[in-house]
C-alpha cells in the first residue's frame, strides 16, 4: 500500500484555492476598511473576526451536511467545492467594485453593500472548506493520511505564496506610496482566476465517486482501521474510550492554535513595542518560519509513518513549547536581528508543520467513512475557537501586565497542549514495515 502521490497533490488544489483566497482577504480588506472607508482599527477588527465566528458554525455543519448527502454524479463533496467557488469568485469581484466606486464619491450606501457583500463572501467560503478538505481522507486510506495532508498543506503553502509573488509584482512601494487610493481590482481578478483554474484542475481529474468506492473497498479488507462499533440497532458509534481520546485531541489543538496564533496575531506589534523595531524585521520572522513550515511538511509526513502521528505531535509540541520560551530572551535581551532568531523561528516552523500535519489525520482517524465531514467540522471548531479566543485574550494580558507576556503565554499553552496530547490513545496509524522481497515494491516512486 503506497500513496498516490500526484492524485494527491490533484485534490490539493482545492486548498491550495481555499489559502490563496483567505491570504489575500487578510492582507487586502483591512487596508480597504481602514484606508478607503475611514474605519478605525476597533470596527475593521470586528468585521475581520467575522470570518472566524461564522466558520465556527458553518464548518461543522456544512460538513455534516455532505456526509448526509447522497452522491450525485460530481460525488458529495466535489458539489459544494464547485458551487461554494462560483459563488465566493463572483461576491469577490464585486468587493473592488464597491471601493473603487466610494473612492471616487463615498456614500453609506456603498459601505453597506460592501460589507454586506464581504459577509456573503464569507458565508461563500463557509460552505465548501470542511467538504474539500474532507475529500483528503475519502480518497486516501487511513494509514497514510498524514503524508497526504503534508502534501495538502504544501499546496495550501503554494496558494498563498502565488499571492504574494503577484502581489509584489503588481503593489510595489513605488507604484503605492503617496497614492490616496490603490486600485485591487487586477489582484482581485487574478486570485479570482486562480480559485476557477484549481476547481477547473480538481473536476476535470478527480473522479469523486470512483475514488471513494476503491477506499472504501480498501478499507472493507481492513477493518482493524475502524474505532467504531455497533449500538443495539445496529449504528456505528464510538466506544466511551474513542470519545475520550477525541475530547482531549480537540483540546490539545485548540491550545496549541491558542499559543500559536497569540504570537501570529500579535507578533508585529510585539517587535515595535518591545524590541523597536519596525514591520520589516517581524514579517522577515515570519516567513522564516512559514519557510521552515513548508520544507518540513513532506518529511514530516514520512515521519509520521515511520513513528506515528501521536510521537510526531508530541515532539512538536514539545519543540515549538521551547522555541517560544527561547523567543522570550531572545526579543527581550537583543535589539538587533540575530542568526539565533533566524533559527528560532526555522525551528518554529518545523514544530508547527509536525503538529499540523498529523493532527486532522488523528481526528478523521477515529470515526468512520461517512462521518469524515463532520469530524473535519470537529477539528475547525476547535482551532476557529482558539483563533477568536486567543487575540482578546492575549491582547488584554499585554495591555495589563506586559508586552513581554506574549511569548510565556505561548509557551504555556502549547506546553499544556503536550499534557493533554497524553490522554489520546487513539487515532494513531502508521504503515507496517514491509518484510523481504514486498520492501522492493515502492521503489520506483
Not at 135 to 157: F, H, Q
Not at 327 to 335: H, M, P, V
Not at 384 to 396: D, E, K, W, Y
Amino acid at each position: 500500500m503506497k500513496l498516490n502521490y500526484k492524485r494527491t497533490f490533484l485534490v490539493g488544489f482545492a486548498f491550495l484555492s481555499i489559502c490563496a483566497f483567505w491570504q489575500m482577504y487578510d492582507a487586502i480588506v483591512p487596508l480597504i476598511l481602514t484606508g478607503t472607508f475611514k474605519l478605525n482599527e476597533s470596527v475593521s477588527g470586528f468585521i475581520m473576526s467575522l470570518d472566524n465566528i461564522v466558520a465556527l458554525f458553518l464548518l461543522p455543519i456544512f460538513g455534516s451536511i455532505s456526509d448526509k448527502i447522497k452522491p450525485t454524479k460530481l460525488g458529495k463533496r466535489t458539489p459544494f467545492i464547485l458551487f461554494g467557488t462560483i459563488a465566493a469568485v463572483i461576491l469577490l469581484e464585486l468587493l473592488p467594485i464597491f471601493d473603487n466606486k466610494y473612492a471616487v464619491a463615498p456614500n453609506k450606501t456603498l459601505l453597506v453593500a460592501f460589507v454586506a457583500c464581504l459577509g456573503l463572501v464569507i458565508l461563500s467560503m463557509g460552505t465548501y472548506r470542511s467538504p474539500a478538505v474532507a475529500l483528503m481522507p475519502d480518497v486516501t486510506p487511513k494509514p497514510l493520511r498524514s503524508m497526504a495532508n503534508a502534501i495538502i498543506n504544501l499546496m495550501g503553502a503554494v496558494g498563498g505564496i502565488l499571492y504574494l509573488i503577484i502581489t509584489a509584482v503588481m503593489y510595489p512601494k513605488s507604484k503605492t506610496e503617496g497614492l490616496e487610493h490603490v486600485n485591487y481590482q487586477p489582484l482581485f481578478i487574478i486570485v479570482g482566476g486562480i480559485m476557477v483554474v484549481s476547481v477547473a484542475l480538481l473536476l476535470l481529474t478527480i473522479k469523486e465517486n470512483k475514488l471513494v468506492a476503491e477506499n472504501k473497498e480498501l478499507e472493507a479488507q481492513h477493518p482493524e482501521w475502524n474505532l467504531a462499533e455497533e449500538d443495539n440497532s445496529g449504528h456505528e458509534v464510538l466506544p466511551k474510550e474513542v470519545k475520550k481520546s477525541l475530547a482531549f485531541l480537540l483540546a490539545s489543538i485548540a491550545l496549541w492554535f491558542i499559543g500559536y496564533n497569540g504570537v501570529t496575531t500579535w507578533f508585529t506589534k510585539y517587535v515595535a513595542s518591545v524590541m523597536g523595531s519596525g514591520i520589516g524585521k517581524a514579517s522577515l520572522y515570519l516567513t522564516v518560519a512559514t519557510g521552515g513550515a513548508i520544507i518540513s511538511y513532506i518529511p514530516i509526513g514520512k515521519l509520521a509513518q515511520k513513528f506515528g502521528r501521536k510521537k510526531t505531535i508530541m515532539a512538536g509540541t514539545i519543540l515549538l513549547s521551547s522555541c517560544f520560551a527561547a523567543g522570550y530572551f531572545i526579543t527581550t535581551s537583543a535589539k538587533n536581528v540575530t542568526t539565533v532568531m533566524y533559527v528560532v523561528f526555522a525551528l518554529v516552523g518545523l514544530a508547527w508543520a509536525a503538529i499540523n500535519v498529523n493532527s486532522l489525520p488523528m481526528v478523521v482517524e477515529m470515526c468512520k467513512g461517512s462521518d469524515i465531514g463532520k469530524f473535519t467540522g470537529y477539528y475547525y471548531t476547535a482551532s476557529m475557537t482558539a483563533q477568536i479566543v486567543t487575540p482578546t485574550l492575549v491582547g488584554t494580558l499585554m495591555r495589563v501586565i506586559d508586552y513581554r507576556i506574549l511569548f510565556p503565554y505561548a509557551a504555556l499553552f502549547v506546553a499544556c497542549s503536550f499534557v493533554t496530547m497524553c490522554f489520546v490513545k487513539h487515532g494513531d496509524a502508521k504503515v507496517e514495515a514491509k518484510k523481504g522481497l514486498e520492501a522492493f515494491e515502492d521503489m520506483d516512486d
